[in-house]
């Protein structure tokens, strides 16, 4: 069964730092890949998704993620934080021969500190 | 450009009362969810539909029931409402049945159960 683990429900991080946000899956097959972002009072919306090809994948507003077979990993980076960026972020996964599972894991919510 | 439409957006209940969460979108989308999100435990499935007449149930699907009747409307019926359905609710939807196809969302609704 496929899971997705997101390492620290709470991540602060100052204004113009660098953004890691964590994601570890487990999938028998290779998955497709996603980091949702919600901001407060919305609901998700896609920032960056993995498929197939590239492994480095640029998201929208500056983010990109990285898709490590290896570490089992989709870590979701971006250079220099803006305070805009806080919000809560979601690493989601799905099995290509599934269309119906889109698994998601419990978020990670980023402050921005001045 | 009305995307995923859920109403209402907040509601409070009493034990053992029903009510019906509504979703609609316009977007022509034979696939649509719903999702539970509580704090620090991030998405639940709890029905989904691969189009009108069909539906099915994900991880958490007890205490609630759906109906797809139409394309575009996919409501979420609560018969008994317990405390532990105090939740914030989204409806999404996609285009395809590809796996990688993003998830469009509603903003949401926050129900509490009394």
């Known amino acids: 069964a496929q899971s997705v683990t997101q390492l620290g429900s709470h991540v602060s991080v100052s204004e113009g730092a660098l953004v890691l946000l964590r994601c570890n899956y487990s999938?028998?097959?290779?998955?497709?890949l996603f980091w949702y972002v919600q901001y407060p009072n919305q609901g998700l919306q896609l920032l960056l998704k993995?498929?197939?090809?590239?492994?480095l994948v640029k998201g929208i507003n500056g983010f990109e993620a990285e898709f490590k077979k290896s570490e089992t990993s989709f870590h979701l980076t971006k250079p220099s934080a803006h305070m805009s960026d806080a919000a809560e972020y979601f690493c989601?996964?799905?099995?290509?021969?599934?269309?119906?599972?889109?698994?998601f894991g419990k978020g990670t919510r980023l402050h921005i500190l001045p | 450009n009305a995307g995923v439409t859920q109403t209402p957006k907040f509601r409070i209940l009493k034990i053992g009362q029903s009510m019906t969460l509504q979703c609609t979108q316009d977007?022509?989308?034979?696939?649509m969810y719903w999702y539970r999100q509580d704090p620090g435990m991030g998405l639940k499935l709890i029905y989904y539909?691969?189009?009108?007449?069909?539906?099915d149930k994900g991880e958490v699907p007890n205490g609630y029931n759906v109906s797809r009747s139409t394309t575009e409307d996919f409501p979420l019926r609560l018969e008994l409402a317990a405390p532990s359905q105090t939740s914030v609710y989204f409806c999404?939807?996609?285009?395809?049945?590809?796996?990688?196809?993003?998830?469009?969302f509603g903003s949401g609704t926050q129900l509490s159960v009394l």
């Open positions: 999404a939807s996609k285009s395809t049945a590809a796996t990688n196809e993003k998830l469009f």
């Open positions: 999938s028998s097959v290779p998955p497709y």
């Open positions: 993995y498929t197939t090809g590239a492994t």
């Open positions: 989601a996964v799905s099995d290509p021969g599934r269309d119906d599972k889109i698994i």
């Open positions: 977007m022509n989308h034979n696939y």
């Open positions: 539909s691969v189009g009108a007449g069909i539906t």
